[in-house]
Nanobody
């Protein structure tokens, strides 16, 4: 079964850290671009970070060096280490299989979504 399953969300205070994980199954994880997106209440879903098959990474402008995307091909797992969290980072975070690097942050580049994990940052 082709699926993405996220975990690691939770509630933290501003300045805290969280590490999100996403376990992939049903496809050759190492061959594809994988990304993280997020959606705050009342806002559109936006691209947070992407990593390609070679390990090349890119981030949304709002990340400003606070987050790090990584992966473990042997465990078919994608990670997002989030530090210096701010209340504006609150939202549902989704793991995604992305079809191409170009315009990766656009939702129409995503071919598979996870179910999401909630991140809440309080001030």
């Amino acid at each position: 079964q082709v699926q993405l399953v996220e975990s690691g969300g939770g509630s933290v205070q501003a300045g805290g850290s969280l590490r999100l994980s996403c376990v992939a199954s049903g496809f050759t994880f190492s061959r594809y671009c994988m990304g993280w997106f997020r959606q705050a209440p009342g806002k559109e879903r936006e691209g947070v970070a992407i990593i390609d098959y070679s390990g090349k990474t890119a981030y949304g402008d709002f990340v400003k060096g606070r987050f790090t995307i990584s992966k473990d091909n042997g465990k078919n797992t994608l990670f997002l280490q989030m530090n210096s969290l701010e209340p504006g980072d609150t939202g549902m975070y989704f793991c995604a299989l992305v079809s191409q690097w170009y315009l990766w942050h656009q939702q129409d580049r995503v071919v598979l979504w996870g179910q999401g994990t909630q991140v809440t940052v309080s001030s």
